[in-house]
């Protein structure tokens, strides 16, 4: 018995081997190690794709079936289904194309995303947003579900790559809502001999005199003393420290649907170089 539609189903437990079992209906099933990942059975896989399904659904087709202590159980491959997925979205999907993806695993160089039927893919941690953060998690958070837009496509790969800052918003869209004479939160970002970076939002920041109060990833609260958009710069207050917030906070999305082909940070007449990428056709 082989079928090539793509089912789902709940992983209920990794073997010592690494096998997946997973629940089809009133049957048990088995994914082999080797099946149960893109890249496993390369060697490109960590292990780790493995155990991190259990308890949660997992995509996979109907290889065989066969007889284990007298009951059928099926033989099953999430690999063939995420290279069935992922064949597709090669072919569909475009550079700067708008997409949706699910927050999987965080490393200091980026955040790994499930971009459909377990098919992995990263957006680095540059990518994540204009202002810098020293490490994904300060955006985003495992399971959490996010929107991404293709930054490029590598058939020969067998890779698709994303990208997430453009979506939160030129200077402009994030400089609107702030006026001076304004007293607001934000973040520490960077500590220089010239001053205090404070964010405003993921992809806006200002500059603060030095203060000795103030530590990188630190809350404060800040009087916005001038907004000069021809040099896309902010003048801050520091106020006061603030205390820490716990999970990442929600994203605000300037862009959720449709495809870029070109995305420019800057304020149109800025003299200063902003953030700028431009979509492959």
């Not at 009133?26 to 259990?54: C, K, M, Q």
């Not at 520490?188 to 992809?203: A, C, H, I, M």
Request: aromatic share 6%.
């Amino acid at each position: 018995m082989e079928s090539e539609a793509v089912l789902e189903g709940t992983a209920l437990l990794c073997t010592p081997e690494h096998d997946l079992v997973v629940a089809v209906g009133p049957y048990r099933g088995l994914i082999p190690r080797t099946e149960a990942a893109l890249g496993i059975a390369e060697g490109v896989t960590r292990d780790i794709a493995i155990l991190s399904r259990v308890g949660k659904p997992v995509c996979f087709t109907v290889t065989s079936m066969e007889e284990s202590d007298g009951e059928p159980r099926p033989l099953l491959s999430r690999r063939r289904a995420q290279q069935k997925a992922l064949s597709y979205l090669l072919e569909h999907w475009k550079s700067g194309q708008v997409i949706s993806a699910r927050v999987t695993h965080l490393e200091p160089f980026g955040a790994f995303v499930d971009i459909g039927c377990g098919v992995p893919s990263l957006i680095g941690v540059e990518n994540i947003s204009v202002s810098r953060i020293p490490h994904p998690a300060v955006r985003f958070r495992v399971g959490q579900d996010i929107l991404a837009a293709v930054l490029d496509l590598d058939p020969a790969l067998g890779r698709i790559y994303l990208t997430h800052k453009e979506l939160l918003g030129t200077w402009a869209e994030n400089a609107a809502p702030f006026q001076p004479g304004m007293t607001v939160p934000g973040v520490v970002r960077g500590v220089k001999d010239y001053g205090v970076f404070v964010e405003l939002t993921p992809n806006l920041s200002g500059l603060a005199e030095q203060d000795c109060r103030l530590t990188e990833g630190a809350r404060v609260s800040v009087y916005i003393k001038a907004i000069l958009p021809e040099r896309m710069k902010i003048k801050l207050l520091a106020i006061e420290p603030l205390p820490p917030l716990g999970d990442p906070q929600p994203l605000h999305y300037f862009i959720r649907e449709g495809r870029l082909d070109h995305w420019k940070y800057a304020p149109p007449g800025c003299v200063k170089v902003g953030a700028e990428t431009i979509f492959a056709d």
